[in-house]
């Protein structure tokens, strides 16, 4: 009996809250035709039901006007401003675009493209602004990341020094070896 006591105030509590997903919503449930901001991963799910119940509308920033903006000069844009995931978001939001999916697909190369050679001549520039870093999406901070590294390994190993290299033993005896067959003869 107490279970279903319990069963009942639960199913009650979320009786009380079916059909608020808009807070700004007078009645309880969405209007036809609302729009409404969903996380991507429900987004995804709610638009491959059989019977799809929500159209999906791709985010400003890859729409045309974002992409001629980007196609004028990509360096200029602090992308990290428009989202800290520019990248990999747009590989998702492909999906949904339908007509412009491959339009978002090339505008995403082309931006990475464009962008590489900045990002690139950043981190091997070790005296660069330490905050550059935060300024950019989260792709190209995880390369201009390796790339300080990779620049600061190369620096520390070339400061090492060379050590006199010594012959192996075995090219040692192979040496001996031809001496050895030339004197015979």
């Known amino acids: 009996m107490f279970a279903l006591e319990n069963h009942r105030e639960r199913k009650k509590h979320f009786d009380s809250l079916a059909g608020f997903l808009d807070p700004s919503c007078q009645s309880e449930d969405l209007q036809v035709g609302s729009k409404?901001?969903?996380p991507l991963w429900l987004a995804d799910a709610l638009k491959n039901l059989q019977n799809p119940a929500v159209n999906i509308d791709i985010p400003n920033i890859y729409k045309e006007g974002y992409r001629e903006i980007l196609e004028a000069d990509a360096d200029a844009i602090v992308l990290s401003r428009w989202n800290p995931f520019y990248y990999e978001l747009g590989m998702h939001v492909r999906k949904f675009s339908g007509k412009d999916s491959e339009i978002i697909a090339e505008s995403l190369l082309q931006t990475f493209k464009s962008r590489f050679q900045l990002v690139m001549d950043w981190s091997q520039n070790l005296t660069s602004d330490p905050t550059l870093a935060i300024q950019l999406p989260r792709l190209e901070r995880d390369l201009f990341l390796i790339?300080?590294?990779?620049?600061?390994?190369?620096?520390e190993w070339l400061k090492m020094g060379t050590n006199e290299m010594v012959i192996s033993e075995i090219a040692t005896n192979l040496k001996k070896r031809k001496r050895d067959k030339y004197e015979l003869d």
């Open 147 to 155: 790339g300080r590294q990779a620049k600061v390994r190369l620096t």
């Open 36 to 38: 409404v901001e969903f």
